[in-house]
């Protein structure tokens, strides 16, 4: 770009303040800490997605290699005080926020930590964001949007009691939902063999299809104008509601497919032990590696026509062996959808 967002407190006061009467609809009379958290991440948003979009544009001007990580959990932490020390801006914000009668350090306080992790195979994960970030590499990151982590704990009565961790429930405001990035994923169904001149190709059919609905978060380098990209999948019926169901009064079933399309990303880690968790974390991890490989081959087809070039083009990195079934996956819709040997 030409031109970035002016540094000076001024200009973070009225972006702030803009923030606060545009995109939150309150006014100076209606407005607590929470809400001033909200417009003050809003406004560090807006500086991220500058340098975000410099990167994406620098990237695909050059048609460089990228770096895809996979993993399914990224236990990032709290986003506004990592974005303003990255952006060495912390020292501005903490003065304009000053000024205008809150502290910048009771907002770090009203940030939920994303419920996208559990332990160490998370924190690996969102410490390599920030070092390929911060090496200015070209590199994305895929996940699952979890509706809920794992669990949150609480002390009742001297007793541990876990309950769900919606940190969704006043909603995210680093992300940028893509209502225009969507892949239909198929579940069940069956294989039929079709003959093409002296070639069989195989048709996957039936079954039962949900859409993954991209989510991006844009990571920042430290003391780089690098910004690179967390791009979460969440799950979305096809067909919203099954109207034939809902006009014969059957109101549960009309709504059926749509809770078991959304069911699974809703939950980090579904319990194991029965055979439905079992098949839900399946779907999880075939949910996620099938949105992923498309998102990143239809990237790489748009700069590149010889899939010879794959290889010089695209790096997939899998965190664990979660994400092992995109091996699969991609070498499926390289033969079955593109028609390579």
């Not at 407005?31 to 979009?53: G, I, M, P, Q």
């Not at 961790?165 to 294989?191: A, C, M, S």
């Not at 109101?251 to 078991?260: I, T, V």
């Amino acid at each position: 770009m030409s031109t970035y967002i002016p540094r000076d407190i001024q200009t973070i006061q009225a972006n702030i303040v803009n923030h606060v009467e545009y995109t939150l609809a309150r006014t100076r009379f209606d407005f607590d800490t929470n809400l001033c958290y909200k417009a003050t991440a809003l406004t560090v948003k807006d500086r991220l997605l500058e340098a975000w979009n410099d990167t994406q544009q620098e990237i695909h001007s050059h048609n460089m290699k990228r770096l895809y990580y996979m993993s399914l959990e990224y236990l990032m932490g709290r986003s506004l005080k990592n974005a303003l020390i990255n952006i060495d801006l912390e020292k501005e914000y903490a003065e304009a926020l000053n000024e205008l009668g809150y502290k910048l350090e009771d907002l770090y306080e009203h940030e939920k930590d994303p419920g996208l992790g559990n332990g160490g195979l998370g924190r690996l994960a969102a410490c390599f964001l920030d070092s390929m970030a911060t090496l200015n590499l070209p590199a994305w990151g895929y996940g699952i949007r979890y509706n809920y982590g794992i669990f949150k704990q609480k002390i009742i009565h001297g007793n541990q009691i876990e309950v769900p961790d919606y940190w969704l429930i006043h909603g995210n405001p680093w992300e940028i939902q893509r209502t225009d990035i969507k892949y239909k994923i198929r579940f069940y169904g069956y294989v039929k063999k079709e003959r093409w001149g002296d070639k069989e190709k195989s048709i996957w059919e039936g079954g039962e299809i949900v859409n993954a609905v991209a989510y991006d978060n844009p990571i920042p380098g430290y003391d780089t104008f690098n910004t690179i990209n967390l791009r979460l999948w969440r799950s979305e019926p096809v067909t919203e509601i099954d109207f034939n169901s809902f006009n014969h009064g059957d109101y549960f079933h009309a709504l059926e497919a749509r809770q078991r399309a959304e069911c699974i990303s809703s939950v980090l880690y579904p319990n194991d032990s029965t055979i439905g968790g079992k098949e839900l974390r399946l779907k999880q991890q075939y949910f996620f590696v099938s949105a992923s490989i498309r998102d990143i081959l239809r990237r790489f087809k748009k700069r590149n026509t010889d899939w010879k070039l794959l290889p010089e083009k695209v790096a997939i990195q899998l965190n664990d062996t979660h994400p092992a079934l995109s091996i699969v996956e991609l070498m499926r819709i390289l033969v079955d959808e593109e028609g390579l040997e």
